[in-house]
């Protein structure tokens, strides 16, 4: 039998074994910890996108029961709306960097000084803007549109006029709860306003539980309704709940030196982000709608096979637009303290989750798009024609991606002037200039039109990732120097 000789212990043995930290893993953890922050931001905003989608097509489809004349009056109606609406929307995108830069730094007081101003100016813009949207509907019967779709139209176009007002005071609040990183509450006053949505325009659409029936100015009325509530409920939020930093705003803006006068300074920062942001979802509508005139000259199955696509497109952009705006708040929180090193995570995890998810709606287009186009019920022709647009479309939906995720890191960064220059060139010299010569001079036909709208927003996704790379090595040089 053998045995062995005990030695004693070493003194200042440790048993365990060391722990090596490796440079890979502990880069993929940080980079795992930036992304659970990211999809704790964006699911809920990616949740209240799929909403807004849920809310029209609702609308839709209870005026689809009504008649094509009925259909028709909602469609002039909305896209006049739209038209006129998007300019004082898109200029309350410049409050919320301001708002997470100011909580960032913890300057409480100016979270109440910059609520209480964009309030102002969001309020007096929606009540200028009300007034062309009005001046729309009387002009109406001079655009040699049918008689009964005038009659129809000419009402709800009224009343979607003054629901104007509460949603510009709702979209401030939005704006606002964005930046307070309030996302789940976000949510959840979307799908009550939703919900809400839906449930007026089944009593005054078609009249039951006592009530009339309103028609197409039941649409309205559900919309300025639930608007509305949406806007007190914001509010209410915003200003009464003590558990959240909301609080601070709430008293920040019952303090005595806030209400003796406005400050232009603020005004200015917050025309400054806006106006660009406003004047880009501006053109780039008005650049889409010239695509689609063009795209209508070819005809009108082609033209349904064009809305059919833009369709499925929609919902796509409605979650990069989410991705968007959770990129533009996290950067913008790590910008105002000038973490490079966690701006540089953020924007990485942004591009990569936008394309991932890209990715799988891409294949997903391009693998079962016969399934996806019979549920339009449209006719053989119509479906043959998309599927000739099915790559193109494919290459558009990565394309508009790493654009729109680009343009909410620049965004984040207070830079909004040259994502504006750049797209708008973009939009209008490269997608419809070179889809017309693509489309009618060398006869591609719809295609032509799809590729320059790709090869349009790839130059804006480029031009957009170098713009980033510039201001990240600027940063970093300067901090460089200062040490």
Same mark, same amino acid.
């Given at each position: 039998?053998?045995?062995?000789?005990?030695?004693?212990?070493?003194? !200042? #043995?440790?048993?365990?074994? /060391?722990?090596?930290?490796?440079?890979?893993?502990?880069?993929?953890?940080? #980079?795992?910890?930036?992304?659970?922050?990211?999809?704790?931001?964006?699911?809920?905003?990616?949740?209240?996108?799929?909403?807004?989608?849920?809310?029209?097509?609702?609308?839709?489809?209870?005026?689809?029961?009504?008649?094509?004349?009925? $259909?028709?009056?909602?469609?002039?109606?909305?896209?006049?709306?739209?038209?006129?609406?998007?300019?004082?929307?898109?200029?309350?995108? !410049?409050?919320?960097?301001?708002?997470?830069?100011?909580?960032?730094?913890?300057?409480?007081?100016?979270? !109440?000084?910059?609520?209480?101003?964009?309030?102002?100016?969001?309020?007096?813009?929606?009540?200028?803007?009300?007034? /062309?949207?009005? $001046?729309?509907?009387? @002009?109406?019967?001079?655009?040699?549109?049918?008689?009964?779709?005038?009659?129809?139209?000419?009402? #709800?176009?009224?009343?979607?006029?003054?629901?104007?007002?509460?949603?510009?005071? @709702?979209?401030?609040?939005?704006?606002?709860?964005?930046?307070?990183?309030c996302m789940m509450q976000l949510m959840g006053i979307n799908i009550i306003g939703a919900l809400l949505n839906i449930l007026i325009n089944y009593l005054l659409v078609y009249g039951h539980l006592g009530v009339s029936s309103m028609g197409l100015n039941g649409i309205g009325w559900a919309a300025l309704l639930s608007r509305t509530c949406m806007m007190f409920l914001a509010g209410i939020y915003v200003f009464r709940r003590s558990e959240l930093p909301t609080m601070r705003v709430r008293r920040s803006l019952k303090s005595d030196d806030l209400f003796n006068r406005f400050k232009v300074t603020y005004f200015i920062k917050l025309v400054k982000l806006g106006i660009p942001v406003s004047l880009h979802l501006t053109l780039e509508m008005a650049a889409l709608a010239c695509t689609t005139i063009l795209i209508g000259c070819l005809g009108t199955d082609v033209q349904a096979a064009s809305t059919i696509v833009d369709s499925f497109i929609d919902v796509v952009f409605a979650i990069t637009w989410a991705l968007s705006t959770g990129t533009s708040i996290l950067v913008c929180k790590y910008f105002s303290t000038r973490d490079t090193q966690s701006l540089k995570k953020v924007i990485i995890v942004g591009f990569i989750i936008g394309g991932v998810v890209t990715i799988l709606f891409a294949f997903g287009l391009l693998y079962a798009w016969s399934s996806i186009f019979t549920w339009y019920h449209a006719s053989q022709e119509v479906i043959h024609i998309a599927s000739r647009i099915t790559l193109a479309a494919v290459c558009f939906i990565l394309a508009d991606s790493m654009y729109t995720i680009g343009l909410g890191a620049l965004r984040g960064m207070h830079v909004t002037f040259q994502p504006m220059y750049i797209a708008s060139a973009s939009n209008w010299l490269i997608g419809l200039l070179l889809g017309y010569f693509l489309t009618f001079r060398l006869e591609w036909g719809i295609a032509g039109m799809w590729w320059a709208k790709t090869a349009a927003f790839s130059f804006s996704a480029i031009a957009f990732a170098i713009l980033l790379c510039r201001i990240y090595n600027r940063m970093t040089t300067k901090q460089v120097s200062t040490t």
């Open positions: 039998m053998l045995y062995l000789k005990r030695y004693p212990p070493v003194v !200042g #043995y440790n048993k365990t074994m /060391p722990t090596i930290s490796l440079p890979l893993t502990n880069t993929l953890r940080e #980079y795992a910890k930036v992304a659970k922050s990211y999809a704790t931001l964006s699911g809920p905003l990616i949740a209240s996108g799929m909403i807004l989608i849920i809310t029209p097509l609702s609308n839709n489809l209870m005026v689809g029961r009504l008649g094509p004349l009925t $259909l028709a009056a909602a469609s002039i109606a909305n896209k006049i709306y739209t038209a006129c609406s998007i300019f004082p929307i898109g200029i309350s995108y !410049g409050l919320t960097p301001l708002i997470v830069t100011a909580k960032t730094k913890k300057k409480h007081t100016e979270l !109440g000084v910059l609520l209480q101003h964009a309030l102002c100016l969001n309020v007096l813009l929606g009540c200028l803007f009300v007034i /062309p949207i009005i $001046l729309c509907a009387r @002009l109406l019967p001079h655009l040699q549109q049918d008689y009964q779709v005038i009659l129809l139209a000419q009402p #709800y176009l009224y009343i979607l006029a003054y629901s104007l007002i509460p949603t510009m005071i @709702l979209t401030t609040f939005t704006r606002c709860l964005e930046g307070l990183f």
